[in-house]
């Protein structure tokens, strides 16, 4: 219904070894990404390497390359030993005194993945996290300090050292190790992607050698590394200028820059997950097209949307503190009916974990930086003078856009299709998260047949919120009907 043919007629310079690709429809040229992952060890000078397979069904031509660098930020909250014997600790009424004042100024959290040993809920159930207060049970040391919670440190750029062989011919890509700077920007995505000089086909069967150099030390999480391009299905060969013109027919033109029709609309496919801050939690979503027309994506985007990132204490946790030391200096604060008293002065190194909401903690907390002056002391100690009135303004959430890292998976589901060999960090295949950079452009169009359907997997890695997927493109309004 929606097929569409190159002109038979050879085009001038055509080679016949083009002459497979005769009759090829728009809808066999499909958006691809070939990726590559390295498990970075933190090791300077250690030697990684991958190999991306082109499948047996069709030729992979690559436009352009990318990266991004999927790190391991939670530590710890304390990296000295637990003495053996040490008394359990009730999570709540831990202080911020207790904590290293690292973790306050870099940002601490507690791991989703146990957050019911703090709120003394079982791990199974519907319960929201959220909705419960702190457990009163006492825990041991060494799985509050080593497990419950966790330091995030900032995030650092990756130091690496690429080169690229292609297998198939023995040829290589450079003439030396290039550093990442240089070949391909930031590894943050703040840029756009690099698209190659020249499109590079992959014959199917063939392989790409990917050799990856450490130069950070001490950095640990996984590097992605991905060709951006197309794959013409059931073709053994691809001279780019052949591909390049591949055209649509009138009832589904793929490509209609310059030529509007009052029947082709720009139009975004959207779809929403709710991330849940869980590392490793699986989620799915599914595209369904209309039965109206077509859907032509031409490129994609992403974006998380948060709650605010405010940190509001909870005084009235006071009657739950089970310390009595503790609780008698914090009524210096607050009065019997769980308000601050007015005018009154706190120690923050007094203000216990309780008086934060569990979603708080679950987001990860810091001192503002702009606060750093007012919440530390010269010494370097919290400050135990700061007005109550100011104590809402001291902290705020690590759940930021910028920072939500998760990997994907495309599926066109109508025709059994997967679009990436493996799943890939959300950096390296889409940019970063705010919005800072350039919309990822497929570099063919992905037809979606009418009643059709894309299905987006997704596992977390970190952040929570409502992740949207956006496909932008255009809608073929009964295109059928009009041309007959």
């Known amino acids: 219904m929606f097929g569409a043919t190159t002109a038979s007629r050879p085009m001038p310079g055509q080679s016949r070894s083009a002459r497979p690709l005769e009759g090829m429809g728009a809808a066999a040229v499909i958006p691809y990404d070939a990726v590559a992952s390295f498990r970075i060890t933190g090791r300077a000078g250690n030697l990684l390497q991958d190999v991306i397979s082109i499948s047996t069904d069709g030729v992979f031509v690559a436009t352009a390359i990318g990266y991004g660098f999927e790190e391991d930020r939670g530590r710890p909250l304390s990296s000295a030993p637990i003495a053996s014997g040490s008394p359990p600790v009730v999570v709540g009424d831990l202080t911020l005194s207790q904590l290293p004042i690292a973790a306050l100024v870099e940002g601490f959290r507690v791991n989703p993945s146990y957050t019911h040993w703090m709120t003394g809920t079982s791990a199974a159930g519907n319960v929201d996290p959220d909705d419960q207060g702190f457990g009163i049970d006492a825990l041991p040391p060494d799985r509050v300090l080593g497990q419950l919670l966790q330091r995030i440190k900032p995030a650092e750029d990756i130091s690496f050292l690429l080169s690229l062989i292609d297998s198939g011919t023995g040829r290589e890509l450079q003439d030396q190790p290039s550093h990442n700077l240089a070949s391909l920007g930031k590894s943050n995505g703040e840029r756009p992607f690099r698209t190659l000089a020249q499109p590079m086909h992959f ?101 998380l949307a948060v709650d605010s990132r405010d940190v509001t204490l909870r005084p009235a946790a006071i009657a739950d503190v089970q310390d009595a030391a503790l609780r008698t200096r914090l009524a210096a604060v607050v009065d019997g009916q769980g308000n601050w008293i007015a005018n009154s002065f706190a120690n923050l190194g007094d203000i216990p974990l309780r008086f934060f909401s569990v ?126």
């Open 203 to 303: 014959a199917p069967r063939s392989t790409l050698r990917l050799q990856v150099t450490e130069r950070s030390e001490g950095v640990t999480g996984t590097l992605f590394i991905v060709l951006y391009g197309y794959r013409v299905l059931g073709a053994a060969a691809c001279p780019e200028p052949v591909a390049r013109h591949l055209r649509g027919m009138p009832q589904c033109p793929v490509e209609t820059i310059g030529n509007p029709d009052a029947r082709i609309v720009p139009f975004d496919l959207v779809s929403s997950l709710n991330l849940t801050g869980v590392a490793g939690n699986q989620l799915e979503s599914e595209l369904t097209v209309t039965a109206e027309g077509g859907f032509v994506a031409t490129s994609i985007g992403y974006g």
């Open 359 to 484: 979603s708080a903690l679950r987001d990860g907390i810091r001192i503002r930086p702009d606060w750093l002056r007012l919440a530390l002391r010269d010494n370097g100690t919290l400050s135990n003078q700061l007005a109550v009135g100011v104590v809402d303004s001291v902290f705020e959430r690590l759940n930021r856009p910028v920072e939500v890292a998760f990997r994907y998976a495309l599926f066109d589901t109508g025709t059994g299709r997967e679009l990436q060999n493996q799943r890939v960090g959300n950096v390296a295949g889409l940019g970063i998260a705010d919005g800072d950079r350039p919309f990822k452009k497929f570099a063919r169009p992905m037809l979606l047949l009418p009643r059709s359907t894309l299905r987006i997997e997704l596992e977390e890695v970190m952040g929570r919120g409502q992740l949207y997927f956006a496909f932008q493109g255009y809608k073929l309004l009964d295109r059928m009907r009009a041309a007959s």
